[in-house]
Every structure is written in C-alpha cells, then in structure tokens.
C-alpha cells in the first residue's frame, strides 16, 4: 500500500522525491506517444481483432488510466491535499487498478500463448477474440470491485489536525485489515506462478518446435523465445520489489514498530511502487513485438490471399482462352463440315 508520512507540514523534495521525478516524467513523456503509437499500430495497421490485440488494447487502457495519476502522485509527495478527498480516493484507485490490471492481463496473454502452442487443435475452441473480450470485462470489474476499500483509507486519519494528505497518510485502522493484504499477496503470487509454469511450458514448446524443423527461420533467431522470457523478467522485477515491502509495512504498521523503522519502510515502499510503474513501459516492448509480429502476419496473409486471387484469375483467363480456342476450333470444323456439304 503507499503509505504514510511524517506529520511535518513543510515541504522538502529529499532523495525519494528526486527518484520519483527521474522514473515518472520518463514515464509519463514516453509513455503517452507509445500508447498512441500502439492505437495507431491496432486499429490503422494489423487492423485484425484476434486474442492478442483484444488483451493489448485493455493493456494500453489500464496503462493511459495510471499516466492520469503520475501527475498528482508527484505533486502529493509531503504536500497538503487541497483537491478533495473523493478526487484522491479516484486518483489512488487509479493506481492499484494498474497494478492489479497489469498483473492480471499478463497473466492472460502468458496463458493464451501457452494454450495456443501446447492445444493447437483444441485451442481453436478455446480461444477467440469474443472470448478473450470477456475475460477483460471480468477483469475489469473484478480489478474496479476490489479497489472500493482504498475509498476508506483516510477514514479516521491519524493526524488530530484538518490537514489532508494523498497517495499516504492513511488511518491506523487501515493496517487492521489484513484481508486487503492477503487478496494482493494471493492474486500476485497466484498470478507469478502461472507466468512462470506458462512461459517455461512455452520457451520448452518452441525450442522442441526448433529441434524438429531445423530449417525454419523464424524458430531459428530464437526471438520468441527471447520476448516470453524478457516479458517474464520484466513482470517479477516491476512486481516483487512492491509486495515484499507491501507485506513488511503492513506487519510494522500492525505491530507498531518504532519510528525509525518504520520511515525506512516507508522509503522502500515509495521506491518499490516506482518500479512497478516502470511495468508501463515495459509493457511498450509487449505491444512493439506482439503487434509486429500480428503486423506481419497480416501482410503475409495479405500476399498470401493476393497470390491465390491473381492465381485464379490467371486459371480463370486460362480456362477462357481455352475455351476460346475450343470454339473457334468446332467453328472452323463445323465451317468446312458445311462447305463440304453444300450448306454454304
């Protein structure tokens, strides 16, 4: 969870300050051209709607939600909140549901990949665009169902004082509640398990694909392989980091440890949440190579069904001038058939 913070009311940009400014404006900057890009990549270009793009498309949603909090998070580091309470709430709700968003549509994409290549034929039932938009419904209102206890997590604040805080500074009786900790250690570890068994079922798949067609080029360069274990890396570094000091600031904060303590926790959970941002632009990487490769598989189907037209039309002007040839020919016999016998 973010966290609070000393009850000192001025405001001093100290060192996590500067390391949220140096992750977030990256973030932010390039961040919004690669969603655009990626809209401009989906609809103008692969113009296809198949499993991947369904998931990529709910991925660019969930992260252009989290660039529309960075802003106010940056602004709210020990800063006084003087745009309400329920715009906070939203913005903080915004926050969680990209973490929880992300981490459940990788997870989607790891097993739709894995069904693909391990079911070929069954795959063909189990997975189709309709279905893969259900799955994001259920996700997005599980994600959105799910995010309602953030709205009470000012309630009862601890400081006596009218002042208000965002993004931190959250009521004792917040660390109480261990069912929020237990649903996000649960569904993360849960979610971590299955992006393992996944993408070591899928690197085993392609590389005994690779074994018995030696000759293929596109298993060849092993760049499958290199995008199923980059995206695997990249969703434990962004991911473990937060629900470790997630769990060991939740224990503090229960058991009341000293001061000291508790603000060293406080600096790694600050830091493990940038880092879990950072998943945004990891994500960029997702959409470059699974939207290439849907790009190419658009063109080559393309070729493919110009190749067959021009095909059939040169069977098709085959076939006419034979029947031409064919006609002109019983013309030409019937012709001297007729002069033979005095008809002409």
Known sequence: MTLGMSSNSSYNCDWVCWIQWCMYVPILVAGLPLNLAALWQLYFRV?????????????????????????????????????????????????????????????????????????????????????????????????????????????????????????????????????????????????????????????????????????????????????????????????????IAALMYFHAKSQIWNTKAIDQLRYFIHISICISNVNCLADGACYYFILKENLHSVQRERRMAVQGRELRIRESKTHTFKEMCNCTFKATEKMEICVDTGFT
């Open 47 to 243: 113009r296809r709607r198949s499993e991947s793009t369904v998931y990529l498309t709910n991925l660019i949603i969930n992260d252009s939600l989290l660039m529309l909090s960075l802003p106010f998070k940056i602004h709210a580091y020990k800063k006084h909140w003087t745009l309400g309470r329920t715009f906070c709430t939203l913005l903080e709700s915004l926050l969680y549901v990209n973490i929880y968003g992300s981490i459940m549509l990788s997870v989607c994409i790891a097993v739709d990949r894995y069904v693909a290549l391990q079911f070929p034929f069954a795959a063909r039932r189990l997975r189709s665009p309709r279905k893969a938009g259900l799955v994001c419904v259920v996700i997005w209102m599980v994600v959105f169902g799910c995010s309602t206890p953030i709205y009470k997590l000012h309630d009862n604040p601890e400081n006596s004082t009218n002042t208000s805080y965002c993004f931190q500074h959250f009521s004792q009786s917040t660390w109480k509640k261990s069912g929020i900790l237990v649903a996000m250690e649960t569904v993360f570890c849960s979610s971590a398990m299955v992006m393992v068994f996944c993408s070591v079922r899928v690197v085993q798949i392609l590389r005994d694909l690779r074994a018995r067609n030696p000759g293929d080029a596109k298993l060849l360069n092993n760049k499958s392989v290199k995008i199923v274990l980059s995206n695997l890396v990249v969703f434990l570094t962004c991911f473990i980091p937060y629900h």
